[in-house]
């Protein structure tokens, strides 16, 4: 990865703010949608990794997390 990449460094940075909550249903449910983000897109970049070129490989991690994170949104 290119450390001196602005758009990567300010894009990387906006995945740091999370959510915070007082009440024990909304941080179940919170950390139920974390879980399936981490696990479905690490299982997903996994069978993509040996198709996609390793010069637009974050990139696709990128689209795949955020994809699934409106998924998660919607329903």
Do not use: H
Not at 8 to 20: D, H, N, R
Not at 30 to 53: E, H, K, Q, T, Y
């Amino acid at each position: 990865m290119n450390d001196t990449n602005p758009v990567t460094i300010q894009v990387l940075g906006i995945c740091s703010a999370l959510p915070v909550t007082v009440q024990m249903k909304g941080a179940f449910v919170m950390s139920v949608a974390v879980l399936f983000v981490l696990i479905l897109g690490n299982v997903i970049v996994s069978l993509m990794r040996n198709v996609i070129p390793p010069r637009i490989r974050i990139i696709v991690q990128l689209v795949v997390v955020a994809a699934l994170v409106i998924i998660v949104i919607k329903y």
